[in-house]
């Protein structure tokens, strides 16, 4: 059994202590959050503080806190010498201070506590100072997923830039489609086939020869007709970066 | 059985031509393109022509060729009275010359010709001049889709519009994403569980319900890290100005 505290009562936390709970093989000892509004959504069972000098004592404490916090309550934490580990995707190994031992286990998912996630299916990404350490952390990153891999501070640091581009950048062109629709008494459900579509097109291709559209074709016209319509300056921009984006990528200089 | 000449063999007519072939309701009694090469992707046992002036019988034109177009070769049937529709999302009805009768029929995908597509399921929306028109639309539209829906040229060209940032604009941050993977030894097949739950979220929640990521937190500090360690300047531009359009929609100015 790996006793666990968990630090921060975010997104990731939530969904890292729903899978805990669902295993036999972590016992969650204590949630710490420096206010107490949040441990609502956590189970009632499990022991809450809001004070670093009231943590028990575990084999794991998990940082799952913004990325700016993990370097001040790591530096703050009462105790040493025990594994603390965060999860952050853009945070180096050694943002932990070094009176403990440290580690990362970053999920690559999006987490919103409306929805629920497969853990066993989150690619997590996992580091360690030594290799105690790290079999350590792989015995814990083993207990949510099937699907582990270690890598360096840099490489996550790469890869949680492409999962701003992949995920976050990417529901937000989902969110100007939804008022676009909006504004012209469209559903937005009829994007959905097409939004499928796009995202089961590169299991089977690369994105570069899954890409379609005027930019890709070339077709001004109707490039300069959408630029032309969009009312939102924002909006305009990103349209005129993205098809410029395109064409280099496609080598169709203007 | 509706009779059809397909004009153009691009992805659009490529995909329409496959769908009408797997039903008894729709006759491709021929296709035309200018030129020859494409005509290779079409069934042999179709007749095809680079002549405008060969133009055999049938019930409907369809037109599927680049929007620019549409307003010549619709000019230069040799023909008149006879139903001619385009199949494109930014082209008024107006586009197709008014010696014949005119509609639209406009399948909302992404049609690539490596990749299958259950046309089915496909979203339709279809425009004519007047109701007999629309009735023929509507019968040729049935044919390939179970989701049909009667809409005007402006509001085409707004759901184009919101298609190019969903699909067409998606798929270049997928390929941004790949291209960040590559860059730094990580096979891009780490991002698709993400990718996938990107999309799967969007089914239960509104798009910015589902947002999440450094620009919705407000956390400068990585957003600086990542526009600093970007090395292409389109990327760096992509990534400041999404960050302050999620920001924006948000509302937590800077």
Not at 23 to 51: G, M, W
Request: aromatic share 8%.
């Amino acid at each position: 059994m790996i006793r666990v505290v968990l630090i921060g009562t975010g997104n990731v936390s939530y969904h890292l202590c729903k899978a805990f709970e669902a295993s036999n093989a972590v016992d969650i000892v204590q949630i710490y959050n420096r206010s107490l509004e949040s441990f609502k959504d956590f189970p009632e069972h499990i022991p809450k503080t809001v004070l670093l000098d009231e943590l028990m004592d575990a084999d794991v404490y998990v940082v799952a806190i913004s990325d700016k916090g993990i370097k001040e309550i790591t530096y703050n934490l009462p105790f040493e010498n025990k594994l603390v580990i965060h999860t952050s995707g853009s945070t180096g190994l050694k943002a932990i201070h070094s009176k403990n031992n440290a580690g990362v286990l970053y999920p690559l998912q999006t987490f919103s506590k409306s929805k629920t996630v497969d853990f066993s299916e989150v690619p997590i990404f996992i580091e360690a100072k030594n290799e105690t350490d790290l079999k350590s952390v792989t015995a814990l990153a083993e207990v949510l997923s099937k699907d582990i891999h270690i890598i360096n501070s840099e490489q996550r640091r790469a890869l949680h830039m492409a999962a701003v581009f992949t995920c976050n950048f990417v529901n937000h062109l989902y969110a100007i489609g939804h008022e676009i629709c909006d504004a012209n008494d469209l559903p937005f459900d009829v994007l959905k086939p097409l939004i499928q579509e796009t995202t089961e097109k590169i299991q089977s291709l690369s994105p570069k020869e899954a890409q379609t559209g005027p930019a890709k074709r070339g077709d001004q016209k109707t490039i300069k007709k959408h630029i032309k319509s969009l009312e939102n300056k924002d909006w305009k921009k990103i349209y005129k970066l993205l098809s410029k984006s395109i064409k280099e990528t496609h080598e169709q200089k203007l």
